[in-house]
């Protein structure tokens, strides 16, 4: 059976940025108090990519899609498996991954979106992995993709701070080599109010809250604890030993919450990948964007192990653990 190999990835972020004092300064205008010191201080975040009103999930993971694809030198037509992971699709249907399938300009390939909120791109990943090994698909493009921006309600502090634009993508494709080497996923529906966007279209209508609501601290807790049970037990699934990873790159939520599992698990600093600072909480989208820098940056190097990890809304989390 092959295994599925990173061949390329790539990633795109909205041209606008936004500090965290502009930001403050905006809602100040809204009567919302907020500051870069609490910002930085309680989450590590400084700034974060904001999309133009109107823009669609399906552009950004286009581009972002377009960068995988020529980072692993194959072309559209090559891929015969495209997954979107989102929570901000353009549409109810068709999925955002067909329209990214049509903006390519190719047919013919499955395509579909997965629905993990910010565990998506992990779970995608998972999928990808377990289609390529059972020979459904050579070359899989798996993208996660947001515009957190709209489904934000501005008047909340406790969550609009804390989130950004943005999409990153990955091409798998079918190895001898490894790869990767264990994925694990899971989800606690029980626990599905600690973080949602509970609303829907019906009769033409907005039903429900359609912003998004978070018990920041609850999400917190589970997220330390719930990453750092899966990356044991990714890991003993594969016979990795903990200390024998080079790289981490975890769900870019809270800088807290990483040096949080970083410290249960022992890993060092250095080897965890972080880019929340400059990107924020791009959801579905934050692990293949921070993946990506470090792919680009020359940090990660062919044979080194990686280990990813999302985790939100559902609530879901899951790990996939890679050999370069
Ligand atoms: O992507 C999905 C995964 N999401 C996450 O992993 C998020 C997990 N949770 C977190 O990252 C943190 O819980 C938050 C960053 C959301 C909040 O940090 P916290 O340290 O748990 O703060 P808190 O909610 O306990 O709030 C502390 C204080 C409160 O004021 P009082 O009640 O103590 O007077 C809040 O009203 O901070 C206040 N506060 C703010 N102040 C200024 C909350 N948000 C803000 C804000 N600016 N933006």
């Not at 600093?269 to 791009?282: F, G, M, Q, S």
Request: contains cysteine.
């Amino acid at each position: 059976m092959p295994y599925a190999r990173i061949a390329g990835t790539g990633g795109y972020l909205p041209t606008h940025v936004v500090t965290n004092d502009e930001l403050a300064a905006d809602l100040a205008t809204r009567g919302v108090e907020t500051s870069d010191a609490w910002i930085t201080e309680r989450t590590g975040i400084r700034q974060r990519h904001i999309a133009d009103p109107g823009t669609k999930t399906s552009t950004l993971a286009t581009a972002a899609a377009q960068a995988a694809l020529e980072n692993a030198g194959l072309r559209a037509e090559d891929i015969d498996l495209i997954i979107v992971a989102t929570s901000t699709p353009d549409f109810i249907f068709p999925s955002t991954a067909c329209v990214v399938q049509a903006n390519l300009g190719v047919g013919g390939a499955a395509a579909f979106d997965i629905q993990a909120v910010c565990s998506g791109f992990v779970y995608a990943m998972a999928t990808a992995d377990a289609m390529i090994r059972a020979g459904r698909a050579r070359h899989a493009l798996v993208i996660g993709a947001e515009v957190f921006s709209g489904i934000l309600d501005w008047s909340d502090r406790r969550t609009c701070v804390l989130f950004g634009d943005g999409a990153g993508a990955m091409v798998l494709s079918a190895s001898d080599q490894p790869g990767i080497l264990a994925a694990q996923l899971n989800a606690d529906g029980r626990q599905q109010h600690i973080l949602c966007a509970a609303g829907n279209v019906s009769g033409g209508q907005i039903t429900g809250d359609p912003f998004l609501r978070m018990d920041g601290q609850a999400v917190f807790k589970l997220a330390v604890n719930s990453l750092t049970r899966s990356a044991r037990q990714v890991c003993e699934e594969a016979g990795v030993q903990l200390s024998e990873l080079d790289w981490m790159v975890p769900h870019q939520a809270n800088i807290r919450i990483l040096n949080f599992i970083g410290r249960k698990l022992d890993l060092p600093e250095e080897k965890l990948i972080v880019t929340l600072d400059r990107h924020a909480n791009t959801s579905a989208a934050s692990v293949p964007l921070a993946f990506d820098v470090a792919w680009r940056d020359g940090r990660m190097q062919a044979g080194q192990l990686v280990l990813l990890q999302g985790v939100g809304g559902g609530f879901t989390w899951g790990s996939v653990l890679v050999k370069l």
